[in-house]
């Protein structure tokens, strides 16, 4: 604190944790009475309702076109000109997932193996609830 350079670790990191403890432990003058006087916004329950056709379909509107494919392999433009059925399709698939609340990572949804089977028409919605719950 006299201005001289550290250089050595161990005295580098004890002089971080001087400055947080000095910067973090303060005394609080905060009033909590004044939290009672904040107005109350409703409960938005309709965010615990799983994503409707609209909002997958307004999502998928809003992708980028014209990129390279993600991880899963699948240009945007095929997720947004996908039409009705693979709109419905990807709405069962991802109303089973916000359901189950976990996204299965060994079952190929996350890496597309699911999304791109129901781009090419091969996966019925009883086998992509099956292939969820694995």
Not at 25 to 43: M, R
Request: glycine content about 6%; charged content about 25%; hydrophobic content about 35%.
């Amino acid at each position: 604190m006299d201005g001289t350079l550290l250089t050595d670790r161990p005295r580098i990191l004890e002089r971080w944790v001087e400055h947080f403890q000095s910067v973090l432990n303060q005394k609080s003058t905060f009033d909590t009475q004044v939290l009672s006087e904040i107005p109350q916004w409703p409960t938005a329950t309709h965010l615990d309702d799983a994503p409707s056709v609209n909002e997958i379909e307004r999502a998928l509107r809003h992708t980028a076109s014209g990129k390279s494919p993600e991880k899963d392999g699948i240009p945007a433009e095929v997720l947004s000109d996908g039409g009705s059925t693979l709109l419905d399709q990807l709405h069962k698939l991802f109303c089973a997932i916000w359901e189950q609340e976990s996204v299965p990572h060994d079952s190929g949804v996350v890496s597309g193996t699911t999304v791109r089977a129901l781009v090419l028409g091969r996966l019925s919605p009883k086998k992509v609830t099956n292939r969820i719950e694995r």
